[in-house]
């Protein structure tokens, strides 16, 4: 009996995990059913226009009731472009103007490089969740980064070994005017973790920064965002102690954010209820269990 509830209750789960990607390298968000195309393969590459990828994710995704519907309008390419021309003309350790198109949170945005739009990571540095999530100081990264952003005159500069991470966001430093963006942020004890996994060219720089707001007790270092950190019990910030490496998440297993270098299920994608699913299953066992004592 044990074991078919765990084999009912596997594909019940498995099917309603929407992270696993198509033959094109993307998936439906089962919420508003639109597109994401992260991962673009081969076939994926063969659409010139979003009209023609309308046609293949029609044919080769396998979300019927998602797929019925779908307009070129309800894809979002995640910062590709058609034709598998996504990040030619760029280079690591180059500088770049950028045109804002979404400021998404304290650490991500939107932007267009070269006429091509690109989902942009900033390096080094993590904020806390204003997103899915709303952590404590969230809200407030996510308006000082869109509020410097909104200023213009944006520079994106490419560093360290590798120009996308696995979701193929861009990486680089952000540049308002003559401003590290980073640096600002980290200053007004807005960065509460950082992304060490490669040799960056203004790690330095940030890290001073973020020494400083410790000791000024600025932003969420203050005593009083102190407290509410403590009193806020799952979102209580890690501690650090002063004048040592901040603690990252591939130390403590406690990210929201994936390094550049580690796959974790993606923010937008939701993970499902896995408790419902457990009584569903339970429900159906015991069904079951019922009907072979009534044929006894």
Not at 165 to 188: F, H, N, P, T
Not at 239 to 255: C, F, I, L, V
């Amino acid at each position: 009996m044990l074991l078919f509830c765990l084999l009912l209750m596997f594909p019940i789960s498995a099917f309603a995990h929407p992270g696993e990607l198509d033959e094109l390298g993307g998936h439906f968000r089962n919420g508003d059913c639109v597109y994401f195309l992260h991962e673009p393969t081969a076939l994926a590459k063969q659409a010139k226009t979003k009209e023609e990828l309308v046609r293949l994710i029609q044919q080769y995704n396998g979300n019927e009731k998602c797929k019925r519907n779908l307009t070129p309008d309800r894809i979002d390419l995640d910062g590709h472009a058609l034709g598998g021309k996504n990040g030619a003309s760029l280079r690591l350790g180059r500088t770049y103007p950028a045109e804002l198109v979404e400021c998404i949170d304290g650490d991500t945005a939107k932007f267009r490089v070269n006429g091509h739009v690109y989902t942009t990571r900033f390096l080094f540095i993590d904020t806390p969740e204003s997103t899915i999530q709303v952590e404590p100081y969230g809200k407030e990264a996510s308006r000082f980064t869109c509020s410097r952003l909104h200023q213009g005159n944006i520079t994106l500069e490419t560093d360290g070994d590798t120009l996308f991470d696995k979701y193929q966001r861009l990486l680089a430093w952000v540049w308002v005017g003559k401003r590290l963006l980073q640096e600002d942020l980290a200053k007004a004890g807005l960065v509460e973790d950082f992304y060490d996994y490669g040799t960056y060219k203004y790690e330095s720089r940030v890290r001073k920064a973020y020494e400083e707001a410790k000791r000024t007790g600025a932003g969420m270092y203050g005593r009083h965002a102190a407290s509410e950190r403590v009193g806020g019990g799952s979102e209580t910030m890690p501690k650090t102690t002063p004048g040592t490496k901040p603690q990252t998440g591939k130390e403590t297993g406690e990210t929201d954010h994936p390094p550049a270098f580690e796959k974790k299920t993606p923010p937008s994608e939701p993970s499902g209820h896995p408790i419902l699913y457990t009584l569903l299953g339970l429900a159906a066992a015991a069904a079951l269990y019922w009907l072979i004592r009534q044929l006894k």
